[in-house]
């Protein structure tokens, strides 16, 4: 397909992608650039260990999406019926069929019989009935799907009514919400390159195409694109965001501070049901915080910890939290790889932001760009295939 063939919209579409991918990139030069000098760098808010959650937690998270999921199935599953196709080979069979010559070369009838070739066609099956995911039951999936954000609502309120902490523990908070976006903002274009070039030398290397259930999916249904960008760039970064940074981390965090490690592992640190004394220390028979590799922190960390004190969050959770993100996805690909690294920098983010608006910022980014570049493809398939 060459510049000529293309159609106006084509052409629009093919220009507006080409600027944005300049702008990210001009971008991404520019932020490098001012974080390496130091005049432009993410600033750290962190104060205390988000260590709120506990594996109970991450225990009922897990049993209240298989409800949900269960009953958002069964509900529907009487209304949208697979489509049933067998693979068939058409192969194209000769046969004889008796014929009786009526006459010969002298004039006279003749009993003899000759033969005469017919062709028929016959459906010979090759394997069983398969089952193909219909427009209807991808629809669907969209619809399904959303039991995730309502999953991360009833986890919001049962960790707060079991702990007493406030929202923005968790990480729903409003208090810095333009320099979490612009946090967001410069994380994403400071990752999205690097990462998008460390994932085709990947492809190129490993020679693994990149597969996803929903590139699958728009290729037959191109019409759904909607509901895949519902569900890539709404649902996903929302959802994925709550379980692995809050409840991962936090969880991981509850573990490294924890005194009491049985405590930590199962039930998190209540903090803000043991604040006593004038100083606000955390107090409690095993709710205690061990800040031993805090810098600067002679004292147990208060709810309202001195913002001028220095708090360095540990690594590892974001590390951790970060290489389950990647294996979470481990069926698209190579891609898993890449998305380890993306989710060891969202878990860092988080940790130093101490909010979940900067991380799905980035990630609702990185996935609308995955969809629209993917949209392309779908209104272009010959000039992006070559």
């Known amino acids: 397909m060459t510049p000529v063939s293309l159609t106006p919209v084509q052409i629009l579409a093919s220009l507006a992608i080409a600027g944005l991918l300049l702008s990210i990139l001009v971008g991404s030069i520019v932020c490098w650039i001012l974080w390496l ?3 432009r760098r993410i600033k750290s808010t962190a104060t205390e260990p988000q260590a709120t959650i506990g594996l109970l937690d991450v225990a009922m998270t897990i049993l209240v999406m298989f409800m949900l999921i269960s009953l958002a199935v069964t509900s529907w599953r009487t209304m949208v019926k697979p489509v049933e196709r067998e693979d068939i080979l058409v192969v194209r069979v000769s046969e004889q069929q008796p014929v009786t010559e009526m006459e010969t070369f002298d004039g ?5 019989e000759s033969t005469k070739i017919t062709e028929s066609t016959e459906a010979i099956n090759l394997s069983p009935a398969k089952k193909e995911l219909t427009e209807k039951q991808f629809l669907f999936s969209g619809f399904a799907i959303t039991t995730q954000l309502i999953c991360v609502l009833l986890m919001t309120g049962f960790i707060c009514a079991r702990t007493g902490c406030s929202l923005k523990r968790l990480g729903w908070r409003s208090d810095q919400f333009l320099g979490d976006l612009l946090a967001g903002l410069q994380c994403f274009l400071m990752v999205t390159p690097p990462l998008f070039i460390f994932n085709i030398i990947l492809v190129q290397f490993t020679e693994i195409p990149y597969e996803h259930p929903i590139q699958k999916m728009l290729e037959q249904y191109p019409w759904l694109l ?3 960008f519902w569900q890539a760039s709404i649902v996903a970064p929302i959802s994925e965001e709550f379980a692995f940074r809050t409840l991962l981390v936090g969880w991981f965090e509850s573990i490294h501070f924890g005194r009491n490690k049985f405590s930590a592992w199962m039930f998190g640190l209540q903090t803000s049901n043991h604040i006593t004394g004038p100083s606000n220390h955390i107090t409690g028979p095993h709710d205690h915080f061990d800040v031993s590799s805090s810098p600067g922190a002679d004292n147990p960390i208060s709810l309202h910890s001195d913002p001028s004190k220095s708090f360095v969050p540990p690594w590892w959770p974001a590390v951790l939290s970060g290489i389950l993100f ?21 878990g860092r983010l988080y940790q130093i932001r101490q909010s979940l608006i900067p991380v799905i910022l980035v990630h609702m980014l990185f996935n609308s760009l995955s969809i629209v570049l993917f ?4 209104l272009m398939p010959n000039t992006m295939s070559q």
């Open 326 to 346: 990647g294996l979470a996805h481990f069926s698209y690909g190579v891609s898993w790889v890449n998305l380890i690294l993306f989710g060891i920098v969202l």
């Open 37 to 39: 000098s130091g005049v």
């Open 375 to 378: 949209g392309l493809k779908l």
């Open 108 to 112: 006279t009838e003749a009993a003899s």
């Open 226 to 228: 909607g509901v895949a």
